[in-house]
Nanobody, 118 residues
Framework: QVQLVESGGGLVQPGDSLRLSCAAS????????VSWYRQAPGKQRELVAGISTGGSTNYADAVKGRFTISRDNAKNTMYLQMNNLKPEDTDVYYC????????????WGQGTQVTVSS
C-alpha cells in the first residue's frame, strides 16, 4: 500500500519559517520525481517546487529564493523548507511522487494546512 504522509504545517506569522516533510512508503522513492503543490479553496492545485531523481530542482516564481525543496532517499522523505512566509502562502500543501516510465504512477499525500497570519 502506497502512502505519502505530510507533516509540519501550522499557523505562523509573516516572516516566519516552516519545514514540511513528506514520508513515503510502498514505492521506490529514489526513482520517483517528487514535488510539492498547494491549493486554495476554489482554486487549481499549483506546483510549488519539484526535485528530480538526480536532484535537479525547479520552483514557482512566487517562492523562488524563499523555499527550498530537498529529498533524503535513505529516509524515503522529501522536505520543503519555507522561509520568509507571506500571507499569500496560506494554502493546503500536498506532496506528490510520480514515475513516468515503466510501471508509471502518480501518488498524492493527504495535504497539510499552512496558514500565515498576524
Amino acid at each position: 500500500q502506497v502512502q505519502l504522509v505530510e507533516s509540519g504545517g501550522g499557523l505562523v506569522q509573516p516572516g516566519d519559517s516552516l519545514r514540511l516533510s513528506c514520508a513515503a512508503s510502498g514505492i521506490t522513492f529514489s526513482i520517483s520525481a517528487v514535488s510539492w503543490y498547494r491549493q486554495a479553496p476554489g482554486k487549481q492545485r499549483e506546483l510549488v517546487a519539484g526535485i528530480s531523481t538526480g536532484g535537479s530542482t525547479n520552483y514557482a516564481d512566487a517562492v523562488k529564493g524563499r523555499f527550498t525543496i530537498s529529498r533524503d532517499n535513505a529516509k524515503n522523505t522529501m522536505y520543503l523548507q519555507m522561509n520568509n512566509l507571506k500571507p499569500e502562502d496560506t494554502d493546503v500543501y500536498y506532496c506528490n511522487a510520480k514515475k513516468s516510465w515503466g510501471l508509471a504512477y502518480n501518488y498524492w499525500g493527504q495535504g497539510t494546512q499552512v496558514t500565515v497570519s498576524s
